[in-house]
């Protein structure tokens, strides 16, 4: 039933290593989003995806990557994980860029690198 | 200066009180949302305005685009109205990029 699904809601990892974080979302969207949440909880987007053509890439690093295999997944690849990585990540998707019909989130992945 | 300030930043009020949490912003927009932030972490999108008012339930959100302000109303608070109110923007061009305000924590008590 879960609208916009994120696995895993929880990642503790060391430095250095390489993980993802998936999501799906089964509302027939065709934009997807990931957001980050910094430590005074803005939310800054960093990806988003329409019709599996990258149409937003705001200043992240190029250690995170998106990937995008259908359009109802859109996941969140990090490497050479650093201890500022360490957030709440949130994946979105909408319809039409949201002007007609609004954003749904996921419940967000904790990540903490130690 | 933030391009979308909300206040208070804080506000913690009684069970039953009327709140109001205020957004201004300073860009063209083509639409305005209110979402709520649970405790969890989890993120609700509430509302999505580009003009007038909407209502559902005890949530109340209007828009005034002249004015570039956006106001979120609970009537009859509830302690689960608990969480982080955020006020975002779609800046007009902006190919669907959201600019988020700061969030209001809410605390009713009691």
């Known amino acids: 039933d879960t609208a916009v699904s994120q696995t895993p809601k929880y990642l503790v990892t060391q430095m250095g290593n390489d993980k993802s974080i998936k999501c799906e979302q089964n509302?027939?969207?065709?934009?997807m989003y990931w957001y980050k949440q910094d430590s005074k909880k803005f939310l800054k987007i960093m990806f988003s995806?329409?019709?599996?053509?990258?149409?937003i890439n705001e200043t992240v690093p190029n250690r995170f990557s998106p990937k995008s295999p259908d359009k109802a997944h859109l996941n969140l690849h990090i490497n050479s994980l650093e201890l500022g990585d360490s957030a709440v990540y949130f994946c979105?998707?909408?319809?039409?860029?949201?002007?007609?019909?609004?954003?749904?989130f996921g419940s967000g992945t904790r990540l903490t690198v130690v | 200066k933030n391009e979308v300030e909300q206040s208070p930043q804080n506000l913690t009020a009684q069970e039953g009180e009327f709140i109001t949490i205020n957004c201004s912003y300073s860009v063209g927009i083509s639409a305005l949302h209110w979402l709520q932030q649970h405790p969890g972490g989890g993120i609700v999108s509430l509302f999505m305005?580009?003009?007038?008012?909407k209502k559902h339930g005890r949530l109340i959100a209007t828009i005034n685009i002249q004015e570039k302000h956006s106001s979120l109303h609970i009537t009859a608070s509830h302690p689960r109205d608990s969480a982080v109110y955020i006020c975002a923007v779609e800046q007009r061009g902006s190919n669907y990029q959201l600019i988020w305000g700061a969030g209001t924590k809410l605390i009713i008590k009691p």
């Open positions: 509302l027939g969207h065709d934009t």
């Open positions: 995806y329409n019709n599996k053509e990258l149409i």
């Open positions: 305005l580009s003009s007038g008012k």
């Open positions: 979105a998707s909408s319809h039409q860029g949201a002007s007609n019909y609004g954003y749904t």
